[in-house]
């Protein structure tokens, strides 16, 4: 009797991780169809965030009632008025960056932490700050838990930047801003890059790219316009 | 007794109407407030064509039917904004998610419903009074309607603001049970009131969309409000943290912190920040924005600023070295807020500085004195409101007109600046139309205007300014060096030099320079081609924020996709998609009594038809004119709204309950107030302006009574075709005066949609004429 509900308990769990891996199967044929219909046909080249983008495990980062929609491309809400940014976004804003396995990057608005961890596997070390506590205290657990040991976040006013850790090579601000606050110009390394979207929290806003060159003379850039696209469905 | 109930009933229709509108802006609502009440308000005729329907089983119990519908009114009024509460709707999502769709129908369904139920206790009144007595009681009850609840903007907040039609259709209940004496059903009355009213009482909060500013702000660690005000022009509520900080547009040199702030939002949505100010030195970062360029021109000028917000334009103002300062701001509290409850986070600021503080409309205010200033400021409160994307494109806006333009330029002196600052639109459409609007003020004075005029860019904001003097190379050099050390781009100087352009904020193919130059170069096929309208407004056609070119939609779908197009110019595409469903919506409740009833309707159908839909559409085209009119002078389009309509239902009610005791024939006393609008009306469109200049320098109250009284005679005369149509029908027993109801009712909904539509494009005056002419139409087709 014994060995037979052992192996009643094995069959289960082997059936059980079949399903698992089914499914982790069919999230990493999603995330593929993703990168190649959303990213790599409008215009993405950088083959590091390409890869970046193949690997990272978006379902991870949305709430469990908005796993189904991980891989469509369009943001979704993670609760606080907050949203994880539309996968075409994210590859845009990091291949903005420009930046590479030497690179250090300071993040304002970890958010669901998906944009630090596409920024982790790229860098060499990556700062992210999240002001609301309760999206900060599970963005630092969930990319623990997924073992992301080249970030550092913590729960603060990101408007400061994090001075112990400036200067950055390249700074990402993923919250709309009426301006870019004067400490997170200091922190950028001369030749470093900052992309912030720009504009209302209605309607159009404007991805801006700003240069900060080698005599810490500064050039915006107008990118492209996005839609600040607002979910208010109440996450469980 | 039982008109008197009709009376309430039609109150809190009007109540209910206003305070639907208030709640929906509350929450966020956005582009779809007017199409939620343009369909809500189908339900005043989707009464009559219900009764139309079950004439044959209520015949005889009209009076039990009225008490039946008043009852259904207050239940499904409490219940529906109850269960309205739970089923929360995304305004944006509707873009991407299919169900946001079906919740919005949802919600257009439950707002609609007590609109059917209180229409149908009117419609069921003409069957049991006299045709003018119901059309007075409904139209003077509707007039209190909206006078109490211009009141209770100022005392009741928005989410207990239902108390009021709630409390009005109790009153109306409970007369008819008295009257009535139902018995048993009082006790069931009784206790829908009570379940109704407790499910009012027991609303704490609206349901805010969780992206508005205000509920954002909230979810910063410390936030918390601190001081809220009520009054008709919405609900100020300040709040309180240390993560608030804005300063739009502010330059990259600033290397500097910003004070701490207050946020300061007006119906949950941003609208400024209350500086903290420990010393002059906390407001220097105002000199790094576009707005400080003009005061680089001037040593210690007189400022005039309208608008005052949160008192950042007049901060920047006395930081850049003002002499004296003066500005308006027309709502009650700002003043106080700053002034009195916040003097120690301002450290008394506003009471301590050359800084008048007036309560009027700026341009009014100007044009009552003589007084010059060296700078005249359109703040960033009033002027950067307006740039939000396509929520404000069909409200009417007399601070940025042709007229008022030349009214500023008389008030700068001989070498003064007029400066407007704007938040820069993508695509670009809000400056250029700035732009145009100076370029064509300028040009009517006789004025060159590519030599007075100076534009300058940051990477979020513009600002312009207009000289009545050509600028010196002095003041040229100063604006250069200005944006130099800002790192602002100049747009436009006289005499630039494209290598200037396009330098710290680069966007493609210098587009700004580019489109600037061409306006001001008269490239009459720029603004021919360009997809947004650019044309300048004026005070016939008061719609700055108006861009939309029903032309050029193909080409921005092709190049923007379907999305873009509800994101770049929402408003006016809601709008028009409110006015065809509508239209389509009222066509089928108007059909649907035609097709069930058979051959059961005598009379000319067709006549029935065009005489109650030609006055629905011309009354409602009359009060959108007068309104919109007279908010120019009144300065706030809530108590121009509050007066016209008021006056003119009360008015009407008046004309209608007269109507009844002339001894000429019908006919004839349509024919005399027909002659009598249209001769009324045309004065008031050709003439009104002088009449309202001449007592622009009166107090509100005397204005508010000016208003009213000009709109009694007209209203009176308006208030005799529909009651004189309906005693017609009467007389010969046709049984279409319900249809005949619905008729009116459907077509006046379509036409306060359509009066937007038409007046954006064709002007005030002309949709008044097209009124005229509606009345004179209606005439010719007068049932027999």
């Known amino acids: 009797m014994g060995k037979k509900k052992y192996r009643i308990f094995v069959l289960v769990l082997f059936c059980l991780l079949i399903l698992f891996q089914a499914a982790g199967a069919d999230y990493r044929k999603e995330r593929k169809r993703l990168v190649e219909i959303h990213i790599i046909r409008e215009g993405i080249e950088d083959p590091l965030v390409i890869e970046s983008m193949l690997t990272v495990p978006r379902e991870e980062f949305v709430p469990d009632s908005l796993k189904k929609k991980a891989y469509l491309n369009q943001a979704l809400p993670v609760g606080y008025g907050q949203t994880i940014s539309q996968p075409y976004i994210v590859a845009l804003m990091t291949e903005l960056l420009g930046v590479d396995g030497d690179d250090t990057v300071l993040e304002i608005g970890t958010g669901s932490g998906y944009q630090a961890a596409v920024l982790a596997q790229i860098v060499k070390e990556v700062y992210t700050i999240e002001i609301i506590k309760p999206l900060g205290i599970k963005a630092e657990k969930r990319l623990k838990r997924l073992g992301y040991s080249n970030i550092s976040s913590k729960i603060g006013d990101g408007y400061f930047g994090w001075e112990a850790y400036a200067p950055f090579d390249a700074i990402i601000v993923t919250a709309a801003a009426d301006h870019i606050p004067p400490p997170l110009i200091k922190q950028l390394k001369k030749g470093g890059k900052m992309c912030i979207p720009v504009g209302q929290p209605y309607f159009t806003q404007v991805l801006k790219l700003l240069e900060k060159d080698e005599q810490g003379k500064i050039r915006i850039y107008d990118i492209i316009p996005v839609i600040f696209v607002p979910f208010t469905r109440k996450i469980q | ?784």
Not at chain 2, 306 to 317: C, D, F, Q, T, W
Not at chain 2, 529 to 551: A, E, G, H, V
Not at chain 2, 602 to 630: A, D, H, P
Not at chain 2, 756 to 770: D, E, H, R, S
């Open chain 2, 1 to 784: 007794m039982y008109l008197t109930a009709l009376f309430f009933t039609s109150s809190s229709l009007l109540a209910l109407e206003i305070s639907l509108m208030r709640v929906l802006r509350v929450e966020g609502f956005g582009n779809f407030t007017f199409s939620a009440i343009a369909l809500a308000l189908t339900g005043f005729g989707a009464g009559g064509t219900i009764v139309f329907l079950l004439k044959k089983y209520l015949s005889g119990r009209e009076k039990t039917a009225s008490l039946f519908s008043a009852v259904i009114f207050i239940f499904t009024l409490g219940l529906g904004y109850y269960i309205s509460g739970r089923i929360s709707f995304d305004p944006l999502r509707i873009i991407w998610d299919k169900n946001q769709l079906f919740r919005l129908l949802i919600r257009y369904f439950i707002y609609t419903v007590p609109f059917i139920a209180g229409s149908t206790f009117i419609v069921l009144a003409f069957s049991v009074e006299k045709p003018g007595k119901v059309y007075f009681y409904n139209l003077s009850g509707s007039g209190l309607g909206i006078f109490i609840i211009l009141i209770s903007l100022f005392l009741i907040p928005p989410n207990r603001i239902f108390i009021i039609p709630m409390s009005l259709s109790s009153v109306a209940v409970i007369l008819l049970i008295i009257y009535l004496k139902p018995g048993g059903s009082r006790i069931i009355t009784f206790t829908v009131i009570v379940f109704a009213g407790y499910i009012l009482f027991s609303i704490s909060d609206i349901n805010i969309i969780p992206y508005k500013g205000l509920k954002l702000a909230l979810n910063l660690p410390d936030a918390k409000i601190i001081e809220r005000k009520l009054s008709p022009f919405g609900t100020l509520e300040v709040v309180k943290s240390s993560k608030i900080r804005s300063a739009a547009g502010l330059s990259l040199s600033f290397e500097d912190t910003l004070p701490g702030q207050h946020g300061l939002y007006l119906d949950g949505d941003s609208l400024s920040t209350i500086d903290r100010i420990k010393s002059r030195e906390s407001l220097l970062y105002l000199r790094y924005q576009t707005q400080s360029a003009v005061y680089s021109l001037y040593t210690r000028p007189d400022v005039f600023i309208i608008g005052l917000g949160g008192g950042i334009s007049a901060e920047r103002a006395l930081v850049n070295s003002a002499a004296n300062i003066t500005v308006t701001e027309e709502n009650p509290h700002l003043p106080g807020l700053l002034k009195d409850t916040f003097k120690n986070h301002n450290n008394n600021f506003f009471n301590e500085n050359n800084i008048t503080i007036i309560r009027n409309n700026g341009r009014n205010y100007l044009n009552q004195t003589d007084y010059r200033w060296d700078i005249i400021e359109i703040s960033e409160t009033d002027s950067l409101v307006s740039s939000v994307g396509g929520i404000y494109s069909t409200d009417t806006d007399y601070t940025l007109t042709v007229e008022a333009f030349h009214t500023y330029l008389e008030h700068v002196r001989t070498d003064g600046a007029v400066s407007i600052t704007v938040l820069l639109k993508y695509p670009p459409r809000n400056i250029l139309k700035l732009i145009n609007l100076a370029k064509h003020a300028l040009e009517k004075k006789g004025i060159e205007p590519e030599a007075c005029i100076a534009v300058i860019r940051s990477w979020s904001t513009g600002t312009v300014i207009i000289k009545k003097t050509p600028f010196t190379g002095e003041e040229t050099a100063k604006i250069k060096s200005f944006c130099d050390r800002m790192f602002f781009d100049l747009v436009y100087y006289p005499g630039i030099n494209p290598d200037e352009v396009n330098i710290y904020n680069v966007v493609k193919d210098e587009l700004y320079y580019k489109s600037v130059s061409r306006i001001l170069k008269n490239d009459t096929g720029f603004r021919k081609n360009y997809p947004f309208n650019l044309k300048y407004p004026t005070d016939d056609r008061p719609y700055f924020s108006y861009f939309f070119k029903i032309k050029k939609l193909p080409v921005l779908l092709k190049e923007m996709g379907h999305k873009w197009i509800l994101a770049v110019e929402g408003g006016y595409v809601v709008l028009f998609s409110t006015f065809i469903i509508t239209a389509l919506f009222s066509f089928l409740l108007i059909v649907t009594p035609l097709f069930f009833s058979g051959k059961k309707i005598q009379g000319k159908k067709i006549q029935v038809l065009l005489y109650f839909g030609l006055l629905g559409i011309s009354y409602m085209l009359i009060e959108i004119v007068l309104i919109k009119k007279v908010s120019k002078y009144l300065a706030n389009p809530i108590y121009s709204s509050s007066a016209i309509i008021s006056a003119l239902l009360i008015s009407s009610g008046i004309g209608s309950y007269f109507s009844d005791y002339f001894s000429t024939s019908r006919k004839k006393l349509v024919s005399y107030s027909i002659v009598f609008i249209a001769g009324y009306m045309l004065i008031i469109l050709l003439a009104a302006d002088r009449f309202f200049v001449s007592i622009e320098s009166a107090p509100l109250l005397v204005k508010l009574a000016f208003s009213i009284l000009i709109m009694i005679p007209l209203g009176a005369a308006m208030g005799i075709p529909f009651p004189s149509g309906v005693s017609v029908l009467k007389n010969r027993s046709d049984r279409s005066i319900p249809w005949a109801w619905s008729i009116n009712g459907y077509f006046s909904v379509i036409a306060s949609t359509g009066a937007v539509l038409i007046a954006t494009n064709i002007g005030l005056t002309l949709t008044g004429i097209i009124a005229i002419g509606g009345y004179i139409c209606a005439l010719l087709v007068f049932p027999k």
